[in-house]
């Protein structure tokens, strides 16, 4: 129980997959514009991570390892990742039309997302050849907390410089990615939680 604790401190706080690893910088600056758009592609994120983390784990353990074609990872996994997003999408389409629209091209993106494809790579190279089924799943879950928390918050803060006085060279996207760098100094500071 206290290793998947400290995967998920890990996943959300220590190695979050934006402000630490750098993975999925594209929609967390697509994106970021308001909060209500970062939470709906960070809620779409979290579907799409926890579920490819099953799925990959599967899809490795008992499909490529034993048919030795472990070289194939990448593919298999993006085509995971794929029908995940199509059905994603296809929900979003039905349920939340606004949200839908909103996201845009930032949805089908999810695919080529290099922090969805990280984290199911991440769980099969894992210390000690991997983790077992359920810490991939909450690693993958875990990573994509982070990575909605980091995007809400970066909404947030782009919301309040929009309506902030900034000098007129700050304004709209260098402020945006002087906020980005704050922001992953800040979660530097959580470096020393797990050893």
């Known amino acids: 129980m206290s290793s998947l604790i400290m995967i998920v401190v890990g996943g959300v706080l220590v190695n979050n997959l934006i402000m630490s690893q750098f993975l999925g910088i594209c929609p967390f600056l697509g994106v970021s514009k308001k909060t209500e758009t970062a939470l709906g ?9 926890a579920i490819a983390s099953l799925f990959t784990f599967f899809v490795q353990r008992y499909l ?3 048919l030795h074609l472990e070289y194939m990872q990448t593919i298999a996994f993006i085509l995971i990742i794929a029908v995940l997003v199509q059905t994603v999408e296809i929900v979003l389409k039905k349920i939340s039309r606004s949200l839908y629209e909103a996201l845009g091209v930032y949805l089908p993106l999810i695919t080529t997302n290099c922090a969805v494809l990280g984290v199911a790579i991440n769980n099969t190279t894992a210390v ?24 809400v918050l970066f909404a947030a803060i782009r919301e309040r410089m929009a309506v902030g006085n900034l000098p007129k ?16 100094i800040a979660f530097q500071g959580f470096a020393g939680l797990i050893h």
Not at 130 to 149: C, E, M, R
Not at 172 to 182: K, M, R, T, V, Y
């Open 41 to 49: 592609m960070g809620m779409a994120v979290t579907f799409v991570m």
């Open 128 to 151: 000690d050849g991997g983790y077992g089924l359920i810490a991939s799943v909450v690693n993958g879950t875990a990573g994509a907390l982070g990575f909605t928390l980091a995007i």
């Open 64 to 66: 490529l390892i034993p």
């Open 169 to 184: 060279w700050m304004e709209g996207f260098p402020g945006a990615l002087i906020g980005a760098g704050l922001m992953s």
